[in-house]
């Protein structure tokens, strides 16, 4: 079965410092992966999506993350966070089984704060 | 273009009436999900439709909730006999097509606060 562990619920750091969110996965299968964001009182915004075409993805608002299969492994970064980052995380991965309905695994979510 | 629209945005009802979330998906998309988002629970996957059928319900909590979309497009999810337990956050998504390399397109939500 799939599912994914997000290893932090809460993540501070200064404004103008790098961001790395933690999420380690569980697959009996390659993996797609997704993170999403979720601003306060709104939906859930896709960031970016592994495929397994390259496993350094690149997002949207400058946000990273490397596949790392030895590691089980789908950390988010950015180089350089801003206020506007602050906002809950989402590690996920679809749901493989008898039937491909591409419904969504969700990890425990990350609160990220960034303090000027 | 426009994206998900889910509506009301807030809903407030008494314990044991019945409520109606609505969901306006991207036009186009044929897949339609349901989600909710609690506290305790975090989100959960609720229904999943493929135009207007619905081949996975397996989240669904109990027989109170039900789920249905007409013409392939809007789809309205039913509590009846409402119970503090469902106030939560119910999110729609749709996408272009079901399958597990979909990104899903999330509308604001509909926050129901049961008294």
């Known amino acids: 079965a799939q599912s994914v562990t997000q290893l932090d619920s809460h993540v501070s750091v200064s404004e103008g410092t790098p961001v790395l969110l933690r999420c380690n996965y569980s697959s009996s299968y390659s993996p797609s992966l997704f993170w999403y964001v979720q601003h306060p009182n709104k939906g859930l915004q896709l960031l970016l999506k592994y495929t397994s075409a390259a496993t350094l993805v690149k997002g949207i608002n400058g946000f990273e993350a490397e596949f790392k299969k030895s590691e089980t492994s789908f950390h988010l970064t950015k180089p350089t966070a801003h206020m506007s980052d602050e906002a809950e995380y989402f590690c996920v991965v679809p749901y493989i089984g008898s039937s491909n309905t591409g419904k969504l695994i969700f990890g425990q979510g990350t609160t990220l704060q960034v303090k000027p | 273009g426009a994206g998900v629209s889910q509506s009301p945005s807030n809903k407030v009802t008494e314990k044991g009436k019945d409520v109606e979330l609505r969901c306006d998906p991207i036009s186009g998309h044929t897949a339609l999900y349901w989600y909710r988002q609690s506290l305790g629970q975090g989100l959960e996957f609720l229904i999943y439709f493929q135009g207007n059928s619905a081949p996975d319900k397996s989240g669904l909590p109990s027989d109170r909730f039900s789920a249905e979309r007409t013409g392939g497009s809007v789809s309205t999810l039913t509590i009846q006999r409402t119970q503090q337990e469902d106030s939560a956050v119910y999110l729609c998504?749709?996408?272009?097509?079901?399958?597990?390399?979909?990104?899903?397109?999330f509308g604001d939500g509909t926050r129901l606060s049961i008294l």
């Open positions: 998504a749709s996408s272009r097509t079901g399958g597990f390399n979909q990104p899903q397109h």
